[in-house]
């Protein structure tokens, strides 16, 4: 019954694309210009850090067991918390372009495809919100690994980058939940739906993110196959599959994480009632 349910929510999310073509182009647009100004940040971020980095593997290949004496070196903790310190500079960036970029196309998708009554200035001030939440925590984790990795023994590195990926996932699958509850509720009440669709329906939202990473591995081979025969056609491809696709993620998960979120409703209504 649920799997019916389903292919049937994917094929309305579907057919609401194909009915606003008009603003799918718009969000594709969008999500350009978000991967053109984010490779422009990454690019003059990423020289720095990769100098820093290599900076200071250079104190660590000597042998494990300086790991512990260099974390107390001046010169050493002078470079990590530049590194530190770079990184976090571009998180707050990437923040900055994300809530404006992508918080203008999450609008759309949930005023002009899904047609939420929502005002523009109401929807994003409650996307930024939960962004920062989710930058915040994505920011904590990364400079914590960062801290582990480069004052710890080589031993535990292993588990700490384990671990980071287990809290970015964890932080990932609410982040996204948020961001599709924010056109239907208050901002009060997006964290506390958030936690509990998220945890009380985790196995329909597992089923939901499956879904949309199978669509998007697909995506990825053809884009692969593409790549093998000519860059130009891997570029055309990317444009063509990868930015509508961004579009049917949010449109999708949207629909069926506050499909879930009424069901709920209505069950909260039927015990009270009884």
């Not at 900076?55 to 494990?64: K, N, R």
């Not at 260099?70 to 923040?95: C, G, H, M, R």
């Not at 999450?106 to 939960?130: D, E, H, M, P």
């Not at 915040?136 to 384990?162: C, D, G, H, M, N």
Request: charged share 15%; net charge positive.
């Amino acid at each position: 019954m649920f799997f019916s349910g389903m292919i049937s929510e994917l094929n309305t999310s579907l057919r609401r694309l194909y009915e606003k073509l008009g603003y799918i182009l718009l969000c594709m647009v969008l999500d350009l210009l978000f991967f053109f100004v984010y490779g422009i940040v990454s690019f003059f971020a990423m020289s720095v850090v990769y100098k820093l980095i290599n900076d200071l593997s250079g104190y660590l290949s000597a042998s494990p067991e300086l790991v512990v004496s260099l974390a107390s070196d001046p010169l050493y903790k002078q470079q990590l918390n530049e590194l530190l310190v770079v990184v976090l500079i571009a998180i707050a960036f990437t923040y900055v372009i994300y809530t404006i970029l992508h918080g203008i196309n999450w609008f759309i998708v949930s005023r002009k495809l899904l047609n939420y009554k929502i005002k523009f200035w109401t929807y994003i001030g409650k996307f930024a919100v939960t962004s920062l939440l989710c930058f915040s925590s994505i920011a904590i984790l990364v400079v914590a690994y960062l801290k582990i990795s480069f004052t710890s023994l080589f031993e535990s590195q292993q588990i700490a980058w384990i671990i980071f990926l287990v809290l970015l996932f964890i932080v990932l699958w609410f982040g996204f939940i948020t961001h599709a509850l924010a056109p239907s509720n208050k901002l009060k009440d997006i964290y506390k739906k958030t936690f509990r669709i998220g945890i009380k329906k985790a196995h329909y939202v597992l089923l939901i993110y499956a879904v949309l990473v199978i669509i998007g591995i697909i995506i990825n081979f053809i884009l692969s196959l593409f790549g093998k025969l000519s860059p130009g056609l891997l570029y055309a491809g990317g444009i063509l599959l990868f930015l509508p696709f961004m579009t049917f993620f949010r449109t999708h998960l949207t629909q069926t994480i506050n499909k879930l979120d009424k069901n709920n409703k209505k069950k909260n209504k039927t015990k009270k009632r009884r």
